[in-house]
C-alpha cells in the first residue's frame, strides 16, 4: 500500500462511524519503550496511568452517561521513529483508538505528526522534550517539560554549586549540533569553557571525544 493511500483509508476509517469504538469505551493508545535502550520510560509510563487509575477509577462522566478508559500498550521497543509510526497506524486503523498518548523519545513524537493531522486524533505527549514538537501538528499537547526548561537553570545553578564546591574548573558540555550551544546562563555566572559534540552514543568516536573534552575538568554538565 502507498503512502497516499495508506493516508485516504487513514481519512476513510475516522470519518466513518464504523472506524470508531463504541461510544461507552473510551480506547486510549499508549506508544513507549518497553525493550531495549530506553526501556525504562515504558514502564513508568504505564504505572503512572495504573496509579492514577487505581486512585480515580477509569471512567469518565460523560455528558450523557460515564465512559470506560480503556488503555491499549504498545511497545516501540526502542526501534526508532518508524516503528512508532507503524504502532500508531495500526492503533488508529484497526484498534480504533480516540487518542494517542506516550511517547518517550522526541523522534517517535515527531513520527505521529502526519498521522494526527490526517486523523485529527488528539496526542498527549507525556515525556518527549524537543521543544517544536507541539508546532509540528494542531493535535499535539504536551504535559511534561522541553529540554531548555530542563537545562536552562542548571546554569545558575552550577555557577552557585561552582563556588559553594571550590569547583574551579567547570565546563559545559553539549551533546548535540554545535550550533545548537548555548552558552549564556552557563557564562553569566561564571562558567568555564564550552565544547560540543554530535550523537554521544556509547563506545562512538563523539562519546570518547566527549570523554576527552571532560579530562581536566571539576565538573561537566551535560545539556
Known amino acids: 500500500m502507498t503512502a497516499n493511500s495508506e493516508q ?12 470508531r469504538a463504541p461510544a461507552d469505551v473510551v480506547k486510549v493508545g499508549l506508544l513507549a519503550d518497553f525493550a531495549g535502550a530506553f526501556a525504562t520510560w515504558g514502564p513508568q ?23 470506560e478508559i480503556q488503555l491499549i500498550y504498545r511497545d516501540t521497543a526502542s526501534q526508532g521513529p518508524e516503528r512508532a509510526r507503524q504502532l500508531a497506524q495500526e492503533l488508529v486503523l484497526h484498534d480504533h483508538v ?4 506516550g511517547l ?24 518527549a522534550a524537543t521543544s517544536p514538537i507541539t508546532r509540528m501538528s494542531p493535535y499535539f499537547v504536551r504535559v511534561s517539560q522541553t529540554v531548555p526548561q530542563d537545562v536552562a537553570p542548571l546554569g545558575p545553578w552550577a555557577g ?6 571550590s569547583l574551579h574548573n567547570p565546563q559545559r558540555l553539549c551533546l548535540g549540533e554545535p550550533g545548537e550551544l548555548r552558552p ?18 556509547r563506545g562512538s568516536p563523539r562519546r570518547r571525544r566527549a570523554r576527552r573534552l571532560s579530562e ?8
Not at 45 to 67: F, I, M, R, T
Not at 104 to 127: Q, R, T, W, Y
Open 8 to 19: 485516504a483509508d487513514l481519512g476513510h476509517r475516522l470519518s466513518t462511524p464504523g472506524g
Open 45 to 67: 509510563l504505564q504505572q503512572s496511568v495504573e496509579a492514577y487509575q487505581a486512585l480515580h477509577g477509569n471512567s469518565v462522566q460523560g455528558p450523557d452517561k460515564p465512559h
Open 98 to 101: 480516540k487518542f494517542l498518548c
Open 104 to 127: 518517550d523519545l522526541s523522534p517517535h513524537a515527531m513520527a505521529l505528526a502526519d498521522i494526527s493531522k490526517e486523523a485529527k486524533m488528539p496526542v498527549v505527549i507525556m515525556n
Open 160 to 165: 552557585g554549586a561552582r563556588h559553594q564546591a
Open 184 to 201: 549564556d546562563p552557563f557564562r553569566q555566572t561564571g562558567g568555564g569553557r564550552d565544547a560540543a559534540t554530535r550523537g554521544a552514543k
Open 216 to 223: 581536566g575538568m571539576d565538573a561537566t554538565w551535560l545539556s
